[in-house]
C-alpha cells in the first residue's frame, strides 16, 4: 500500500525557516517523480515544486523559487522542501504527492499525504 | 505560464443529476489534464489522468473528454458522496497548474 506521510510543519515567524518531510513507503520511491502541492486557507490547490526520480531536475513555482529547495533522499524514501525567507503567504497546508506516467510529458498526482499545516506569523 | 479556468466555480444539483465542469487552458495543452476531487479536510483524490483514463477505483459515473485547451469532467447519476471540490490541473509544461476549483454543493 502507497502511503506518504508529511511532517515538519508549524509555526514559523515571517523571515524564518522550516523543512518539510515526506516519507515515502509501499513503491519504489527512487523510479518516481514527485511534488509538493500546497493549498492556503479557504484557497485553492498551488502546485510548488517538483523533482524527478533521478533528482536531477527540480523545478519550482515563481512564488517560490530562489526561496524554497526540493530535495530527495531514495536511500531513505523521504523528499524535503526545504523553505528559507517564508512570507504570511507561504501559509497552507502542504501535501506531497507522488507522480506516475501515462505518457511522456502526461504526469499525474496518483497518491497523496494528508498534508502538514506550516503558519507563518510574528 | 499556463492558466487554467473553470466553470462554473461552483452549481448547486440534486442527487441523480448529470453534473459537467469545463476546465480551459490559457494555450493548447494537448490532452495532459488531469481531474482531481477533494472533500474538506482531506487531500485531493486522483479522478481522470491524461483527460479521459479513469483511476483505478473510481466509479464510471465519472468520465473526461476534450483535447487542445477545452476540457470537461462530467459525473452522470450524481452520488451523494460526489458533493466535493474539484480540481484539473495540466502537466503539459512547468508550473504545473490547477484551475481554481468548483465546489458541488447539495440543491
Known amino acids: 500500500e502507497v502511503q506518504l506521510l508529511e511532517s515538519g510543519g508549524g509555526l514559523v515567524q515571517p523571515g524564518g525557516s522550516l523543512r518539510l518531510s515526506c516519507a515515502a513507503s509501499?513503491?519504489?520511491?527512487?523510479?518516481?517523480?514527485m511534488s509538493w502541492v500546497r493549498q492556503a486557507p479557504g484557497k485553492g490547490l498551488e502546485w510548488v515544486s517538483g523533482?524527478?526520480?533521478?533528482?536531477?531536475?527540480?523545478y519550482y513555482a515563481d512564488s517560490v523559487k530562489g526561496r524554497f529547495t526540493i530535495s530527495r533522499d531514495d536511500s531513505k524514501g523521504t523528499m524535503y522542501l526545504q523553505m528559507n525567507s517564508l512570507r504570511a503567504e507561504d501559509t497552507a497546508v502542504y501535501y506531497c504527492?507522488?507522480?506516475?506516467?501515462?505518457?511522456?510529458?502526461?504526469?499525474?498526482?496518483?497518491?497523496w499525504g494528508q498534508g502538514t499545516l506550516l503558519t507563518v506569523s510574528s | 505560464d499556463i492558466q487554467m479556468t473553470q466553470s462554473p466555480s461552483s452549481l448547486s444539483a440534486s442527487v441523480g443529476d448529470r453534473v459537467t465542469i469545463t476546465c480551459r487552458a490559457s494555450?493548447?495543452?494537448?490532452?495532459?489534464l488531469n481531474w482531481y476531487q477533494q472533500k474538506p479536510g482531506k487531500a485531493p483524490k486522483l479522478l481522470i489522468f491524461?483527460?479521459?483514463n479513469l483511476q483505478s477505483g473510481v466509479p464510471s459515473r465519472f468520465s473526461g473528454s476534450g483535447s487542445g485547451t477545452d476540457f470537461t469532467l462530467t459525473i452522470s447519476n450524481l452520488q451523494p458522496e460526489d458533493f466535493a471540490t474539484y480540481y484539473c490541473?495540466?502537466?503539459?509544461?512547468?508550473?504545473?497548474?490547477f484551475g481554481q476549483g468548483t465546489k458541488v454543493e447539495i440543491k
Open positions: 509501499g513503491f519504489i520511491f527512487s523510479s518516481y517523480a
Open positions: 491524461a483527460t479521459s
Open positions: 504527492a507522488k507522480e506516475s506516467r501515462y505518457s511522456y510529458g502526461q504526469n499525474y498526482f496518483d497518491y
Open positions: 494555450q493548447s495543452i494537448r490532452g495532459f
Open positions: 523533482i524527478d526520480g533521478s533528482g536531477d531536475s527540480p
Open positions: 490541473q495540466q502537466t503539459h509544461s512547468s508550473p504545473r497548474t
